[in-house]
């Protein structure tokens, strides 16, 4: 099963659209979504506005695979568990969010390979065929990096 999720500030329509196309034309009925309060409701999968943090864990540890935004949570929760991630960035310009700051978290994590990216709409298809094949490069761990701590602990001694 594919989780779709859009968080739960913000709906995020043309996500939604965009795999329930997807999944229309690949005859797949095998997906899930979290849409939030948009006003587009996929056709060819059952769908909800909001989940409980319980619903939203259990799905996530159960699917195969996600489709997301680009929110921190969501990207880091997926890593977490080794499920693979594809995202669509919100646009500002569509009105999706007040900024562009989800593309340069989505880049980040799709240039370490952790993640899979779709730029544009038209990259969604061919990246979703894919998607439950994508193993990520790598998986989060539960502690910061010796650097990070190293750099924290630089800069706190700095303040003394």
Known sequence: MIFVTVGHQTPFDRLVRLVDLWAGERGRKDLFAQIGEGSYRPAH????????????????????????????????????????????????????????HQWGTARHFAASGR?????????????????????????????????????IRAFVEEGK
């Not at 929110?71 to 693979?84: D, V």
């Not at 894919?130 to 998986?139: A, D, I, K, V, Y």
């Open 115 to 151: 993640i899979l990216m779709a730029e544009y709409e038209d990259e969604l298809p061919g990246l979703m065929d894919g998607l439950e094949t994508f193993r990520p490069s790598g998986s989060l761990g539960t502690q910061a990096s010796p650097e990070l701590i190293r750099r």
């Open 45 to 100: 999968f059952p769908s909800q506005a909001f989940l409980s943090p319980a619903e939203f864990d259990a799905r996530m540890q159960g699917c195969s695979a996600v489709v997301a935004h680009a929110g921190t949570g969501t990207i880091i929760k997926a890593l977490l568990l080794g499920k693979p991630l594809l995202v669509l960035p919100r646009l500002a310009a569509q009105g999706e969010t007040r900024s562009d």
